[in-house]
């Protein structure tokens, strides 16, 4: 029986932890997988109920977080090391950029037979400085020359990997999509919607837009707050806006509504323009409960929100970067603008405020679009045939 050692970088809420959960839970039975995470930052919710609902004990490095550290990465290095020496792996798979690193230096220095790293996104654009990007640039380099294989979650990351940032040459990369347990976002939608729009005192009427995510400068909330201010001098409907997550930006994404003139409240009983609700971990209540989900980041890799949103039968109103165009239908499931188009963001969601049948119309395409090509059965096939390919 292949024996499969798979890291995560944190139990963060995310795609990255319920790709590693369903991959751990549900591969064939012919593969033995062990599963281990680093710790979450202190500015995000611990996912890992995520990974206990499933029945899974994952093992946990506590020196390995999200920030450098050399010290603390050295000793997560040398733990990777000796858990592959008594695990015996035949694969490693790592997620994302820190174990990504790691592990596959311990699983080389290891000489462990095959090694496959997933990138759930990059940070070669948006995130540092020109050298310091190099920097990364060059280390992933040599990291995937050292892997068998990687897997990029859409056609648009393939691409950039290959053609934009020249990590490593096409046939080293393998596009396996992303899978989750959908059938929770169709279920009582109605019902979850009441509840959701009766703790707000939301009316029939009123429109609710919501951005799901964390407070990171790379998510560009100041974008929601200048599109939701530009709505409510252009409408004579009544919209509330959402921020649901919580992270290092909460202070400036307040001070944003203020500037901008929007009032905001973290208590559901204030008649407000924007809520503060931090961490949701039934975000199926916020996406019913919804009318509008909106994405303003300005790198990602294939958004979860986004999936989950289409899931729920909600349009999308999101900036056009990373994988996105793979994960929505443009102008059927979502209107979609540059990142740098603040206008056009504005206008797109000030469209469906205004244009409730076009809100049903593509809310009514998100579900059969994402129930085959996003569920976990297909996620999970799809590398367990590359596993065997490469173990062959």
């Known amino acids: 029986m292949p024996k499969v050692l798979r890291i995560i970088n944190r139990f963060n809420l995310g795609g990255p932890t319920y790709n590693a959960a369903y991959l751990t839970k549900y591969l064939p039975e012919q593969f033995e997988t062990l599963l281990l995470g680093g710790m979450k930052d202190l500015s995000e919710d611990s996912s890992q109920f995520i990974v206990e609902n499933l029945g899974i004990t994952p093992g946990l490095l506590p020196e390995m977080k999200r920030s450098i550290n050399p010290w603390l990465d050295y000793e997560a290095y040398r733990k990777i090391k000796a858990i592959i020496a008594d695990f015996k792996p035949d694969i490693v798979h790592t997620h994302a950029s820190k174990p990504g690193a790691l ?20 940070v070669f654009h948006s995130y540092f400085n020109p050298l310091t990007t190099s920097v990364y640039k060059r280390l992933e380099r040599y990291l995937a020359s050292i892997s068998t294989q990687i897997i990029a979650i859409s056609e648009v990351q393939k691409k950039e990997l290959v053609d934009l940032h020249r990590i490593c040459p096409a046939e080293k990369v393998s596009v396996i999509p992303l899978g989750f347990d959908l059938l929770r976002f169709q279920e009582e939608i109605e019902d979850k919607r009441e509840v959701f729009r009766e703790e707000f005192k939301l009316g029939q009427s009123d429109v609710a837009v919501a951005i799901v995510g964390r407070l990171v400068p790379i998510k560009n909330h100041e974008l929601f707050v200048k599109a939701m201010s530009f709505v409510k001098q252009h409408t004579t409907r009544r919209v509330k806006g959402f921020i649901i997550g919580d992270g290092q930006s909460r202070g400036d994404i307040e001070r944003y509504c203020t500037e901008y003139g929007l009032a905001h409240s973290t208590d559901s009983d204030d008649d407000v323009d924007i809520y503060f609700t931090s961490w949701v971990k039934k975000v199926d209540y916020v996406n019913a409960g919804a009318d509008i989900i909106a994405l303003t980041s300005k790198n990602e890799g294939t958004p979860v929100s986004l999936i989950e949103a289409q899931a729920s039968g909600r349009p999308i109103v999101s900036t056009r970067v990373g994988g996105i165009e793979d994960v929505v239908i443009p102008n059927e499931t979502a209107l979609l603008s540059k990142v740098d188009d603040e206008a056009a963001f504005c206008a797109n969601l000030l469209q469906l405020v205004e244009n409730e049948p076009m809100r049903k119309e593509f809310g009514e395409k998100g579900w059969p679009f994402v129930k085959n090509k996003f569920h976990y059965e297909r996620l999970t096939l799809d590398v367990a045939n590359l596993y065997n390919r490469l173990l062959a």
């Not at 592990?103 to 990059?122: C, F, Q, S, W």
Request: charged share 10%; hydrophobic share 40%; net charge positive.
């Open 103 to 122: 592990g596959r230096l311990a699983a080389h220095h290891m000489k462990v037979p095959v090694i496959v790293h997933t990138y759930h996104g990059h």
